[in-house]
């Protein structure tokens, strides 16, 4: 594993092992395999430009919400980015913004997020997507996802 001097710390990277264990009728099956897991400092700058490609759009179809490309946002990681699906959380004064996306070969490429007010809601309200980011795709309305709540 690869080490990194960070702060104060040494924060080893960003490769862990994961075992999954299935029992069933014919037997036992063990797989054991690595899996690369991406650092906050190395998911912000994507999250970042993840989100920004749906503001434009949320503020001329949606004004309402009151998100600019002036709106200020601060992130955090809510997920370490396995299994190809990275996940960041941001917060503006007004909104929760959750952002995921799967880069892959199109049409698979495709950016979520979610949106819930701060202080009135406690499950996002809102949702959109874009399906292929290599097409260029204008966002859409989803349903917003059950399993976010506060």
Not at 61 to 74: D, L, M, R, V, Y
Not at 108 to 120: F, S
Request: proline fraction near 7%; charge should be negative.
């Amino acid at each position: 594993m690869d080490e990194k001097q960070k702060g104060f710390g040494t924060v080893i990277a960003a490769c862990i092992i994961v075992t999954i264990l299935a029992a069933g009728g014919l037997g036992v099956l063990v797989v054991s395999g690595p899996v690369q897991v991406q650092e906050e400092e190395d998911l912000a700058p994507t999250a970042a430009e993840m989100r920004d490609k749906f503001i434009p759009w949320l503020a001329a179809n949606h004004p309402e919400f009151g998100i600019t490309s002036e709106t200020e946002w601060t992130g955090t990681i809510v997920y370490p980015g396995m299994v190809g699906v990275s996940y960041y959380l941001f917060s503006s004064e007004d909104w929760e913004m959750g952002v995921s996306w799967h880069v892959m070969r199109p049409p698979y490429d495709w950016a979520r997020i979610y949106l819930m007010h701060r202080i009135t809601e406690t499950s996002p309200s809102y949702a959109f997507e874009i399906s292929s980011l290599d097409a260029q795709e204008e966002p859409h309305v989803i349903d917003p996802p059950e399993s976010v709540w506060r």
